[in-house]
């Protein structure tokens, strides 16, 4: 349908309708599609926002598809789109959940650099690999970042705190 409105010139698209399709081929795995589309709106002059790039990033990160998600945040900066706290968060999710914790660092750094305050999720998808990694530094780095810019430790925050305590054998 979203086709053919464009085909047949129904409506002139804009970026929230295309937003729209692509976060929807996102949600049903079709993130070659959605990529497709954001290609289209670049030849269309339609400009994507950071929603929309965040969108396919977060898609290809839940699919442990970084490499690409790191592309298109490339992407995203080389066109002069500033990324938001979800972009970030998705990319740091993503990086951590394949391992790449050294890369991990590299985008939170640069999230810091650009001046994009991390917010609660941020914090805990940290805290979470940390206690998952066994690195207490770490853990104690970024519940202490954590509470320095206001944020309180939540169920979350603490189911994570416990496991790696768990793991570590030192829930005393």
């Not at 590299?106 to 990694?133: F, Q």
């Not at 970042?145 to 005393?172: E, H, W």
Request: charged share 20%; hydrophobic share 40%; with cysteine.
């Amino acid at each position: 349908m979203f086709r053919k409105l464009i085909r047949d010139k129904v409506c002139e698209p804009n970026a929230i309708m295309f937003t729209s399709v692509i976060n929807g081929l996102c949600k049903i795995g079709k993130t070659t599609n959605a990529i497709g589309l954001l290609k289209l709106m670049d030849e269309l002059e339609c400009k994507p926002d950071a929603v929309t790039y965040s969108t396919i990033i977060d898609s290809l990160c839940k699919d442990k598809h970084v490499d690409n998600a790191l592309d298109i945040f490339s992407q995203m900066i080389g066109k002069g789109v500033p990324p938001n706290v979800v972009t970030y968060s998705s990319l740091i999710q993503g990086l951590c959940n394949v391992g790449w914790w050294d890369e991990a660092i590299r985008i939170w750094k640069h999230m810091h650099a650009s001046g994009i305050s991390p917010d609660l999720y941020t914090y805990n998808i940290l805290v979470s690999t940390c206690c998952k990694e066994g690195n207490i530094e770490g853990v104690e780095f970024f519940v202490d970042s954590m509470k320095q810019r206001g944020f309180c430790p939540d169920v979350i925050t603490y189911n994570a705190l416990i496991d790696g305590y768990c793991m570590q054998g030192k829930l005393d």
